[in-house]
């Protein structure tokens, strides 16, 4: 998939097809998220709303980037919740409560935007392209045990007995890596990263905790710095 492939505004699947083509690594929307992508969501004009779209009477792309509207995402929800977002003149409005409710299919992501981290990333990997990875690091996720020692003590449930049920954010949909666990369960492997900010939003995790953890077990080291730019992204 060339440049010329991907859509102005791109959909989640699209972005992250051409996102693995240019680094050569799986990308999710996690992924996407974490590395401070902006999601849109495409707004029909609504009457009931006039004011939030101007002169934009055929509707506009609405950015997704509120903390807990974000949050929400990265946790593996299955729908996207808008509780702030610009409106058509790109000012910031708080929208009636609830909100506005979308399928999770209804993300896209700007083509400059992709474009830009993809020649970020080409860049620092150049910069480092001499300095091989840690042997033992797995560069999709960390296992079960490496899950348990990092935060196990963190949160006030049984994390071994979730990891295993996988459901939520312990599951495809959430932070485990899709396809890992496909032969059997002691391949699955979860990103630390979209486990982590899971735990402190769906499981009042503390945060003070979760990033002592990062930086204290040498096998998330190498997630520190997507830790750091996903607590930057939320407010943190």
Not at 4 to 19: H, I, K, Q, V
Not at 37 to 58: C, I, K, Q, R, S
Not at 88 to 99: K, Q
Request: aromatic share 10%; net charge neutral; with cysteine.
């Amino acid at each position: 998939m060339s440049t010329t492939d991907l859509p102005f505004r791109a959909a989640t699947g699209e972005a992250c097809a051409w996102l693995t083509l240019q680094t050569g690594t799986p990308w999710t929307l996690a992924h996407l998220l974490g590395h401070g992508l902006t999601p849109y969501v495409w707004l029909d004009y609504d009457a009931a709303m006039p004011e939030l779209f101007g002169d934009a009477n055929g509707g506009y792309a609405a950015p997704v980037f509120f903390e807990g509207d974000v949050a929400r995402l990265l946790a593996g929800s299955d729908d996207v919740l808008i509780t702030m977002t610009k409106d058509a003149y790109r000012i910031a409005v708080h929208l009636p409560p609830p909100g506005l409710r979308y399928p999770i299919e209804a993300l896209r992501f700007q083509k400059k935007d992709l474009e830009k981290l993809a020649g970020k990333l080409k860049h620092e990997a150049v910069a480092v392209q001499k300095t091989p990875p840690p042997a033992a690091e797995s560069q999709f996720g960390i296992g079960k045990a490496e899950v348990l020692e990092a935060f196990g003590r963190i949160v006030r449930m049984d994390l071994d007995k979730a990891l295993d049920e996988a459901i939520g954010i312990f599951g495809d949909d959430g932070a485990r890596v899709k396809a890992s666990a496909r032969k059997s369960k002691r391949n699955a492997v979860w990103n630390p990263v979209t486990l982590a900010l899971g735990l402190h939003d769906v499981y009042r995790a503390p945060l003070g905790a979760l990033k002592r953890a990062f930086k204290t077990h040498g096998f998330l080291q190498a997630w520190e710095g997507d830790w750091e730019q996903s607590l930057a992204l939320l407010g943190k």
